[in-house]
Structure formats: C-alpha cells, structure tokens
C-alpha cells in the first residue's frame, strides 16, 4: 500500500479526497465518447477501399497492411510521471531562491485534461517519416510539504526547513507544460497490422505560467516561451482500415527559465508577442525568472486518421 501511493501521489495527489462533481464526471465521459467514436470512423470502410483500384493497388499505396506514403492527423490523452527537481527564482539584488527536489504533481485527469495533437507524415515506402507533436502536460507544486529552502527571497535569508504554501500562492504550469517538437520517425517491421515506430525529436517549450508570490501584488499568468524541449518516444500502432489505433511511451525533458512579469495574460500569440517585445527592448522581467527541469516519463493511447494521396494509374 506504501509503494502503491508512493508511485501514484504525483498523479493523484493524497490531500485531494473531494469526490469529482457531475459536471466533471459529464465532461470525462463526454472526451472518452468523442475520442470512442472517432476510432470507429477510423475502422470504417471507404470508398478507396471497396473500389476496384484498391484491390490491384501497387505496394506503394499505403493500407493497414502495408505502410507506405501517407499523411496522419490524431488526438491522443495519457498520464505522465514528472521527476523530482529543483525550483530557482532569482532577481538580481533581490532574491536568489532555491526549493530543493520539488516532487511535481501532474494530475492528468482534473481539468485541464493532459492531452496532445499531432500531424504525421510518411514518405515513399512508409519506413521513414516525420512528425509534429504538440503536448499539453501539466506540473504543480505541493504546497503543503516541508520542503528544503536555500539563499534569499526579498533580501531576507529563508530558512532551511518550510512549506511552498509559506511564500507563493500559486507555483504552478497547469494550462500548462506544453511542449510543442518536431520528430524524425522510424517504422519497425510489422506484425500484420500491428507497426511498432520510434522517434526522436527537439522543440520548444511554451508553458502557461502561474506563479505568485505572497509578497507580491501580482501574479505572473501567462504563456511564455522557456526554454528547449527534446523528447524520445517508442509506439505500437494498430492499424485499421482508414486510421489507427496507438499507444505510446514518450521520455521528454524541459529546461524552463521564464520571466516574472507580474500581468495577466490572454492568449498564447499575443502573450509570445509581447515577450518578444520586451525582449527586443531590453526590458528585464519586473519580479525576475524562474524555472525549473522537468523530466518525464509519459504512456499515452489515441487515435490517428489517415490520408493516402491518389496515386496515378496507367492509361
């Protein structure tokens, strides 16, 4: 029992033992209804599959059984594991503060959901491809904890021994750890219709930053640009007559370092846009940076629909 809640208190934290409202119970089914349903469509037979080209189709057209130049559009939900790491915040002549081996929770179920989108696409023979791959994870802070405090935060040493909650309302990514890479791919050979895949790929990191300081009189509430991204990812894909069924395991990582800028923010161009303005500018952050390394384990399951392009045939 010790184990068990050990491994799981990142994903559902202890202190949160309010059961789910009807609403939200409403909109969990309502995604796993949607996402059902596509994967049916997915299965479904279509006109290129009952028409007579299909049957005499070369091996380069791409089919459940055989893979070969196509282009994928999916949706996918899932659960991640974040390690343990430190949070720094630093202003230059103010605060130099360092929380030691903040233990993240992602709670990939509350809303927001974690979820992510992505685009494929599969070259001449269907053994190499590439992919852009947008994750919407999310990383909180536990504010109850005693945790390890090093350095000075508003000119004052902080002591060795206190809890998130004692200095910051809110430290958080919750809307939210979102990576956003682009993949190289690899198809392994199939099994009939089961195609296990790998890939390796590098991006950016746009996080939603929430993070507020009891001693100050705004909170940073933003998207930010924070750093690079890099994730390594390994997929069986259950291949169906017009799209595919898969499941995943991605190990991704984070180095973020995003200002303080104590504003409300609205959406994510306009926000990248006005960091970029402030960085053109020279304008250093009002309240800092801050930041941390965020390490993952993630297992993801969704579905993909596929587009074959029409191939010429002989006259």
Request: overall charge neutral.
């Amino acid at each position: 029992m010790i184990a068990r809640d050990a491994l799981l208190a990142p994903l559902w934290p202890s202190r949160r033992i309010a059961s789910a409202s009807p609403f939200r119970t409403a909109e969990c089914a309502a995604a796993i209804a949607a996402m059902g349903l596509l994967v049916v469509a997915a299965a479904m037979p279509s006109d290129r599959d009952a028409s007579p080209a299909a049957a005499s189709a070369s091996p380069s057209v791409s089919t459940a059984r055989n893979p070969g130049r196509e282009y994928d559009f999916g949706a996918y939900l899932g659960a991640p594991y974040h390690y343990p790491s430190d949070f720094h915040l630093v202003k230059p002549g103010v605060s130099d503060l360092t929380i030691k081996n903040v233990e993240w929770f992602t709670k990939p179920f509350d809303n927001p959901l974690y979820y992510g989108a992505r685009i494929q696409r599969w070259l001449e023979g269907g053994r190499l491809g590439m992919m852009l791959d947008f994750t919407h994870s999310k990383a909180y802070a536990p504010m109850e904890p005693e945790k390890t405090f090093e350095g000075t935060l508003d000119g004052k040493p902080v002591p060795p021994k206190a809890k998130v909650d004692d200095y910051f309302d809110k430290l958080e990514w919750s809307h939210g750890h979102n990576m956003l890479t682009l993949n190289g791919l690899i198809r392994l050979p199939s099994l009939g219709i089961i195609s296990p895949y790998a890939g390796l790929g590098a991006g950016v990191s746009l996080p939603h930053s929430e993070i507020h300081l009891k001693t100050d009189p705004h909170r940073t509430y933003e998207y930010q640009y924070a750093g690079p991204t890099a994730q390594a990812l390994f997929g069986l894909e259950l291949r169906l007559r017009t799209g595919s069924i898969f499941i995943e395991y991605k190990f991704t990582t984070a180095d973020y370092w995003g200002p303080l800028t104590g504003r409300n923010g609205t959406w994510l161009p306009i926000d990248m846009w006005r960091q970029f303005s402030r960085w053109w500018s020279g304008e250093p952050p009002p309240n800092g940076w801050a930041g941390a390394k965020l390490t993952s384990h993630q297992v993801i399951g969704g579905f993909l629909k596929r587009f074959v392009p029409n191939t010429p045939t002989a006259p």
